[in-house]
Each structure stands twice: as structure tokens, then as C-alpha cells.
T-cell receptor, first 109, second 115 residues
Framework: GQQVMQIPQYQHVQEGEDFTTYCNSSTTLSNIQWYKQRPGGHPVFLIQLVKSGEVKKQKRLTFQFGEAKKNSSLHITATQTTDVGTYFCAGPGGNQFYFGTGTSLTVIP | DAGITQSPRHKVTETGTPVTLRCHQTENHRYMYWYRQDPGHGLRLIHYSYGVKDTDKGEVSDGYSVSRSKTEDFLLTLESATSSQTSVYFC??????????????FGSGTRLTVV
């Protein structure tokens, strides 16, 4: 079935450094979503990308959808301690969304 | 998030006992989902529903059953709990299926421990 691979699994950064997580699909995606889950919390929807090559920004977060619509990335500029959590991508397949395994971000003050 | 609640929030049960988890929504969304979250596996779909009495299996449905007799309620049942079903269970809702432009809204989760 549909698989969405996400790397890295873990990332530790010093506060103020940048962070990037990557999502790759074995098939072309009609769209891709990103979620954030704080420690002990539940996933919260961040954004959906639909168009090939699309770039969207939310403050310090930049989301990109690849030209071939098979990969996506989330980049955080100048991380803050509030960015701590696990970031998931999710792509549709069949009647559901398949979630990546997530990237756990730790920000060291 | 407002509009979706899961109960119980925590449960410890013994192997072989039946367990039912409840998801309740007040958003009148058509689609409801049950996911389990385990370290190293992310979120995996157990079952989903696309309307009252309309349900289908996800990728990890073995050992689980679901029911949806009302739009607002989606029940997940472990007929005979096993230790491999120790996990955090999340319910999610959405207005639409594959597009879901506003994404899925997740409940706060149920932490289930089978001993």
C-alpha cells in the first residue's frame, strides 16, 4: 500500500538553529498534509499542500511540495523551545491518509 | 480540540478482557477514524467510518471491531485484549475524505495498557 517515509527520526538542535524534516512517497500524491504533536499531546493539523512546487509559509515554518509531488519538506527557521514536538507528514492513499513515522524535534535552550 | 472527545483517557486492562473506547464528536463530520500510535510506527489506521453504519478496515484492523450507530459516536472494541494492543489510541474526524483541506481533527487520545 501507500507508504510515506519521513527522515530524520530524531533531531536535536540548539535554540536558534534551523531544522528541516523530509517526507518521501513511493507514489505521486494528490496532496500532502503536515501535523505537529507536542509531547503528551495529540496531532494538530498545520497545513495542506496541493500544487506541484507549492511553497507555503507560516511565520518561521516553510512548507514545500516537490515538483513531482512525491516529496515534501518542513523547514523551521531559528527554532524556539515552543517548536519542540513531533512533526508528521501525511499523504492520501485509497480512502485514508497514511502518516509518516514522524520527526521528533528537541530544542536545547 | 473542541468538538471531539475520547473516553476513557487512560485504561489498564487484563489480557483476554473486552475493551471499548469511545469517540464522540459535535462537529457533525461524516468521516471518523481510529488510529493507534506506537514508537517507531507513527500513526496507523485501524478502522474508519464514512457514515452511520458504514465502516471499513484500515491497515492494522486485526483484533479490532468498530460500530457507528449515530453520526456523533464511533466505538472501537478490542474483543479480547492482548499485550500487543497496548498503545495510544487516537480518534480523528474530517469533513471530507482524501482532500480534507482543513485536515483531520484529533481527539486527546486514550492510553491503553494491557497487562
Amino acid at each position: 500500500g501507500q507508504q510515506v517515509m519521513q527522515i530524520p527520526q530524531y533531531q536535536h538542535v540548539q535554540e536558534g538553529e534551523d531544522f528541516t524534516t523530509y517526507c518521501n512517497s513511493s507514489t505521486t500524491l494528490s496532496n500532502i498534509q503536515w501535523y505537529k504533536q507536542r509531547p503528551g499531546g495529540h496531532p494538530v493539523f498545520l497545513i495542506q499542500l496541493v500544487k506541484s512546487g507549492e511553497v507555503k509559509k507560516q511565520k518561521r515554518l516553510t512548507f514545500q511540495f516537490g515538483e513531482a509531488k512525491k516529496n515534501s519538506s518542513l523547514h523551521i527557521t531559528a527554532t524556539q523551545t515552543t517548536d519542540v514536538g513531533t512533526y508528521f507528514c501525511a499523504g492520501p492513499g485509497g480512502n485514508q491518509f497514511y502518516f509518516g513515522t514522524g520527526t521528533s524535534l528537541t530544542v536545547i535552550p | 480540540d473542541a468538538g471531539i472527545t475520547q473516553s476513557p483517557r487512560h485504561k489498564v486492562t487484563e489480557t483476554g478482557t473486552p475493551v471499548t473506547l469511545r469517540c464522540h464528536q459535535t462537529e457533525n463530520h461524516r468521516y471518523m477514524y481510529w488510529y493507534r500510535q506506537d514508537p517507531g510506527h507513527g500513526l496507523r489506521l485501524i478502522h474508519y467510518s464514512y457514515g452511520v453504519k458504514d465502516t471499513d478496515k484500515g491497515e492494522v484492523s486485526d483484533g479490532y471491531s468498530v460500530s457507528r450507530s449515530k453520526t456523533e459516536d464511533f466505538l472501537l472494541t478490542l474483543e479480547s485484549a492482548t499485550s500487543s494492543q497496548t498503545s495510544v489510541y487516537f480518534c480523528a474526524i474530517s469533513e471530507s475524505e482524501r482532500q480534507a483541506p482543513n485536515g483531520y481533527t484529533f481527539g486527546s487520545g486514550t492510553r491503553l495498557t494491557v497487562v
